[in-house]
């Protein structure tokens, strides 16, 4: 039977970096938080067009331990680090950054590789004008790397709790949702201006502002969020989630280009955002029709009919979730939810062209072995894939999955189940 993968505890986690701060950083760190990945449910290459997504946190999550220093230094470790370089077993190397000297991506000065992520967050905290010290940091996560899974807004996010607790930025309660989308928009602008991804803001907001027990509906336009109660289990339904190893990444072209054309189509259609071609196609006062007869462009066309029809998706299945709450989402209710994640996952590969067979595969095989709906999840180009399922079957999807993946001669997928867990927070 396909294992899934368990997330760490707060005791496992803690106790993890604990060591590794021990063993690579020296004595003790000033405490230890802990931020989670996330899958989205629905509203895919949304965030950067002003429009809705639907996320939730995972249970799995990134953990560290983190101590203030009375210089302008950063001192960081990672145990993923050691493991990709093969250095397991011996001592981690350290990696040293000078935060007065952090640059943008492709400049002279910026940071190689992950220390990008929490060098990031300081500068943009130090550039809104937050007192974070230099400080010293201990990563390790259970959230797999290039899944599609937000492993580096989960390292971002961490880090940005653990500087507001050392740094007393008091932005970081637990429910400060105005304090948490300050500290979600620095760690945006890390991401996008320091580690070089021109991403969107939802994997930032899934981290820092979700709820235990609900997805959180983000309307990218204005930063608002409505929490949306999501208990599958009292429907004996489950969320499996799809890795398939087929690596994920978003600094490179393709994103970007996606990105490009979204704006360029809405500035051929004379609209700020696609949000607002989206709105007026709600409103009724156009048509899909009407506006794709108005762009030139083949590439365009399929990129807006992708993304506003994603958020009309969005729209619907929180409907859905909203009339058929918690165990009432059987039959009718379910069937729709359903259909819903597989028409987004057809609109992703056929029109935004952003799926791989490793995705087609593992949303094909999913419904084949009675998924109610399945899609891909997050950007794309390889990653995860999530399937709505009967919890009771949830292992006969996986295996099913597992099975189609050997006999395409793809890599092992794996495999966890996205309960809808809690932000970012200190751990014990
Ligand atoms: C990635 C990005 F980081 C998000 O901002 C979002 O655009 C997503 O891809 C696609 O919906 O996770």
């Given at each position: 039977?396909?294992?899934?993968?368990?997330?760490?505890?707060?005791?496992?986690?803690?106790?993890?970096?604990?060591?590794?701060?021990?063993?690579?950083?020296?004595?003790?760190?000033?405490?230890?938080?802990?931020?989670?990945?996330?899958?989205?449910?629905?509203g895919e290459h949304t965030d950067y067009n002003d429009g809705l997504c639907l996320p939730l946190a995972l249970p799995h999550r990134t953990f560290v331990a983190l101590r203030a220093r009375p210089d302008r230094t950063a001192r960081l470790v990672s145990a993923q680090e050691g493991a990709a370089s093969g250095a397991a077993g011996g001592r981690r190397a350290v990696r040293e950054v000078d935060l007065d000297g952090v640059a943008p991506a492709g400049s002279a000065g910026a940071v190689d590789g992950w220390p990008a992520y929490p060098a990031g967050v300081a500068w943009a905290l130090a550039g809104d004008g937050h007192p974070v010290p230099g400080f010293d940091v201990a990563v390790d996560s259970c959230v797999p790397y290039g899944a599609g899974l937000s492993s580096s807004a989960a390292i971002e996010c961490a880090v940005a709790v653990a500087l507001d607790g050392v740094g007393g930025l008091g932005l970081?309660?637990?429910?400060?949702?105005?304090?948490?989308?300050?500290?979600?928009?620095?760690?945006?602008?890390?991401?996008?201006?320091?580690?070089?991804?021109?991403?969107g803001g939802m994997d930032q907001a899934a981290s820092l502002r979700c709820r235990s027990g609900h997805a959180l509906l983000l309307d990218t336009s204005d930063g608002s969020v409505t929490q949306i109660p999501f208990d599958l289990a009292a429907a004996g339904l489950a969320l499996l989630v799809v890795d398939t190893r087929a690596e994920h990444r978003l600094v490179d072209g393709q994103y970007a280009r996606r990105r490009e054309v979204c704006e360029s189509a809405a500035a051929a259609l004379g609209v700020a955002s696609l949000r607002v071609v989206a709105d007026a196609l709600a409103a009724g006062t156009t048509t899909l029709t009407e506006v794709l007869d108005r762009l030139a462009d083949d590439e365009q066309r399929r990129r807006v009919r992708h993304v506003v029809t994603e958020i009309e998706r969005v729209r619907a299945l929180v409907d859905v979730l909203s009339a058929a709450p918690g165990a009432a989402l059987t039959g009718t209710a379910l069937a729709e939810a359903g259909a819903l994640l597989d028409g987004s996952h057809a609109s992703l590969a056929e029109d935004y062209e952003v799926s791989c067979d490793e995705l087609d595969l593992a949303v094909t095989a999913a419904r084949a072995a009675g998924a109610h709906g399945a899609r891909m999840t997050g950007g794309g180009f390889g990653g995860s894939a999530i399937a709505l399922v009967d919890a009771a079957s949830a292992a006969e999807v996986a295996d099913a999955v597992e099975r189609a993946f050997a006999a395409a001669g793809f890599a092992r997928p794996e495999f966890l189940v996205a309960e809808p867990a809690g932000a970012a927070a200190p751990v014990g």
């Open positions: 039977m396909s294992a899934l993968l368990p997330a760490w505890t707060d005791a496992e986690g803690a106790a993890r970096v604990r060591a590794l701060f021990a063993d690579a950083l020296g004595g003790e760190p000033d405490g230890v938080w802990a931020a989670p990945g996330r899958v989205n449910l629905i970081a309660g637990p429910d400060d949702d105005a304090g948490r989308a300050r500290l979600a928009a620095a760690c945006v602008r890390a991401e996008n201006e320091v580690a070089g991804a021109p991403t």
